[in-house]
């Protein structure tokens, strides 16, 4: 018994020692990845910016749901194994940046993400997506710094949108 009770008492210590570390982690945060694909911005765009088609080539969705304008904005509902998430954007110009943010203010995250597109060479596209968030529970903070970190959702949609262009890509920070 003294053993489950001390066993307990560590991870409660554990937990509180990583809350409070989390607190005293700043809320937003920015995080920057980037890859060169054999396909034209253009046709990158294309991809990224055709919501109904997402769950085809991302790996981590179920399936999106297209919404009516929110003020003028375009709006979608990705489903993935993390529940529902809503996104407006925020920019569109074709070819050149698109901004997304999430709309749902009850997550314990928030933020936006923007995906720039530029020529970097012949036959060439590149893409840069930036992640402007913030985590709001101390305790999610903490595990997002120190565990997952910021960038792997950004890493994980570059390779899915390489794999859908048929090619392996090489991730920049």
């Known amino acids: 018994m003294k ?5 307990l008492a560590v ?19 920015e995080a920057t990845r980037s890859a060169v ?9 294309a991809a990224v910016r055709d919501f109904a088609a997402l769950p085809a080539w991302r790996h981590d969705l179920r399936g999106t ?4 304008p929110r003020d003028g904005r375009a709006c979608y509902r990705e489903f993935s194994r ?15 940046k698109l901004t997304l ?37 101390p305790l999610f903070r903490f595990l997002a710094r120190f565990v ?3 960038a792997g959702s950004m890493e994980n949609y570059l390779r899915d949108l390489g794999r859908k262009s ?8």
């Open 65 to 68: 749901e297209l919404l009516p």
């Open 101 to 137: 943010k999430i709309a749902n203010e009850n997550l314990p995250f928030g933020g936006t993400w923007t995906f720039e597109f530029s020529s970097p060479g012949a036959g060439l596209g590149g893409v840069r997506i930036t992640e402007n968030g913030e985590v709001k529970n």
């Open 37 to 45: 694909f054999h396909r034209p911005p253009a046709e990158l765009y």
């Open 166 to 173: 048929g090619e392996t890509v090489a991730i920049e920070p």
């Open 82 to 96: 993390h529940g529902a998430i809503t996104y407006l954007v925020m920019e569109d110009k074709p070819a050149e």
């Open 148 to 150: 997952f970190g910021y």
């Open 11 to 29: 991870l409660i210590c554990v937990v509180l020692v990583a809350a409070i570390i989390g607190a005293c982690l700043p809320r937003a945060h």
């Open 3 to 7: 053993i489950v009770l001390l066993i």
